[in-house]
Each structure stands twice: as structure tokens, then as C-alpha cells.
């Protein structure tokens, strides 16, 4: 873009959020750059603080034919969803942090863009509440981005639909229309509502519509959300840690009965590289624990809530103990030197730094889709093979199984870590990366969250969603302002 109409843009949107909230130094948008340097660097970044602001920044775009990228969690954007794919103004929502409203009865809260997950577990816990967390996210990442993505959770029984933990939100669709999706559609303001009792927790609406299913997993091409009502559980009065360390194989056969039956809150499978990343942070120490994992790990954790909790903690261990002993395993207090209260600091919060997928070797290209858990094993085995060809070290990929929505289905991640100053070793990395997408596909794994390269692969193989969804983008975004040329969106 020209000089002068940079600055002529940058004239207009300082008319929206101020002249301080509009940025074009490079040193500033290369954060919003993907570390691998796939995709274009933005022209601009500019960091509303209201939705109103929003709104009309999304107005402005459709007069003047904007590409507008809305990002709120910080640096480093790894995947790609938020890397703009031509020149763009970047829509930072992280200056957008409050938590609109927190109700212990209702076990809900509202929060806006760029609440991070350490300020809604520290703001809930104050009222006897806790957040639904993904595996160690990083300090900076926004509970709304994580959920519109559909990250996991890791506790499973409490992810009951795709959608949860998020419920309702407020969007500002492509054409500039704010919209509320469920309940907090109304009628009435949200203060309206609340004083009759409505707490903004039902997801469908209006109506029979669900429009917050076409706004997630949609990387911004749909619209920009403002806030969104989000569940949260009972802080437990007791918690415990346990571990299984056995074949992949005996750990499946135990855990479908645990699952079926709710009874653990944490429960995750990890290989011994995956396990000793979350729980150590050097490289040589994490070498050293990985050495000592013989199969994986599963960790679960049990809880117990106001009434009877030691009572409740007891049974369920005991009844625990019997399904192990039936699938020929053992709970235990400790993994290779690990103990339960080392895990429970290390999973009851955001990651430290460095990044936990960042501390074996300073890089990760992250590979996840969903599966059934009887088929983790056929993907773990070509996962291992093609390492072999490619020639990464098996010991450098990590593998996390998620059981999501009450183990009906699992969220499988390979996480291949890499030296990021070395193009050899990085490569290396991108070109196993590649082949274990495709081999992945081809062997039944849905890419439900497709970024780069993987949303070709994913769309071509269902020609219907995506003329289905074309339909959607022209009604909710009919000039192509949100995110161009992400997904099947292909705009001209």
C-alpha cells in the first residue's frame, strides 16, 4: 500500500479508537506474524476498546473494502488463524478486558476478548468457582479465542456438546450488524435480563437457530465477537492426582469405563516426551525424564465438592482401583519420580515460561484432529514410522490424547519439536509435519480446526460444506472484510 494512502488510512481508523490506538511499526506487526513467516505482514494494527468501536471499524471496511484480522490473545501466533493472508488491518482485542460479570449460582461468567485464563481462574476462584482449562495455555491466551477455537479442555465430563465451554456471545458480523447469540438475544439489555433471573447460559437462539456454531472455529472470516458467557464449575474442597503408567493399549481398555461412568475430572494420555515437557523445564531435564516413561501416562485427577468430599474422594478411588486392576493396570501417587502435587501445580494453571511446547527445543509444529480413542494406536504407529522416514528423532514428538465430550471422541496431538534457529532441523520438522497431515487424513482423522495448508486438504474432501458455507459467508459477510482467503473463503 502506498504511503500516502497508509497514512490516510490510518487517518480514518485514529477517527474510530484514537490516534494512539492505530500502529503501523514493523517491530509492532511482526508479532502478529507467524514465527515460520507463512502469510503477509499487516499493515496496521489498531486496538479498540468497546464494542461500539468494533462496529464501526467493521463498517468502515465495507465502505472501503478493508481486510480487518481480530486477534486478542498475545504473542506468538503459532497456527496461522490470525496470520493474514493479504494486506491487512490487524483488530487487537486484548484492550478489551473485562470480565463483565461473574455468578456463582449460575456457575457462569461473562468475559470480554482479552480476558486471559490466569485472570478468569484467579477472578473465579475468589467466588469458589474454576475456569475449564486446555492443557497448559500460554500466559497471554484469551479464554475467548481458546474457546471459539474449540480448543479442549481437560476435563472431559464437563465438555457434554463441540461448543462448550462457550455459551452465549456478542458479534459484530462481517456486514456490521451486532448480534447476540442463545438467550442473551433477549428480550431486554443484558442488565434487563439479568434482573428477571436469566444468566445468558443457553447456547440456542434465537429460536431454533445456533448461530454461535458458525462464528466458532471460523478464524474471524465470520465476524468479530465482543463477549461471551462462559461455564465454570465448583472449585473443589478436595483434589487428588493420580497416575497410570502403562502400554497405550491397557490405558484404553481402562479408560472408557472411567469415562463412561464420569467419574475423574483431569484425564489425559501423554507419551513420556509429551509428560516430561508439562512437568520439567530444561531440555536435559525433560531428556532425562522421558527416558524413564516407559508407554504413557495417563493423569487423572478427583475431586470432591462441598458435601461429604473426602467420603466422595474415597469412593471413587476405590472404584477406580477395581476397573484398574480389571484392565491390568495401577493407579499410583507418582510417574518416574513425579509426584501428584508436582502435577497438580503443573496443570492447575497457565504454562511458565518458556512455553512448555517450546522447552525441549525452542520450537513445536503442532498436528491435532479428532479420532476415536480404540483408533489412537494406528495413528500413534504411522506417526512413529514416518519420523523414522523423515528422519526426526522419535523422542523429539510429542504425543497428547485428549478424550473430549466424555471420551465419545478424542482430540489426538502430535507436537514435533524442533530447533527454530536451525533450517535444517526446522525443515526437517515442516516436511514431517506435511507428510503426517496427509497420512493422517487418509487414515480417517477430521481436521475439525483446519489452519494453512490443512484447510485445502479438509475442504476438498466435502464439496457440499463448502457451498453450504459459502451461502453463510454471503449473507454474514457479503463484501469478504473478515479475513480474506482463510478456510474454503477464497474471496477475489
Known sequence: MAVKAVEDLKERLAGIVGETSVNDDRNDLLQYARPDGDGHLPTCVVRPVNPEQVTALVVLANETGLNLVPVSSGPPHARGGTAPESGAVMVDLSAMDRIVRMDRRNKVAIVEPGVTFGRLASEASKVGLKALMPLLPRQRKSVLASYLEREPIIIPKYHWDATDPLLCMEVVFGTGDMFRTGSAAGPGSLEQQWEHGEAQKNPMGP??????RLVQGAQGTMGIVTWGSVKLEVMPSEHRIYFVNDSLERLIEFAYPVLRRKMADEFLILDGTAFATTMRGGAAEIGDLAGR??????????????????????YLVNDMADLAKEAGVALTRSAAGVDHLEAERALSGPSGEPYYKHRMKGGSRDLFFLTTLDRVPAFTAAMESLAQEHGHPVGEIGTYIQPIQHGRTVHLEFDIYFDPGSAKDAARAGGLFSAAAKACQEMGGFFSRPYGPWADMAFEACPDTVDALLKVKRVLDPRGVMNRNKLCFKEA
Open 207 to 212: 429460536g431454533q437457530t445456533d448461530f454461535g
Open 293 to 314: 516413561i516407559p508407554g504413557y501416562v495417563l493423569v487423572l485427577g478427583i475431586s470432591g465438592y462441598e458435601y461429604f468430599p473426602g467420603e466422595r474422594v474415597t
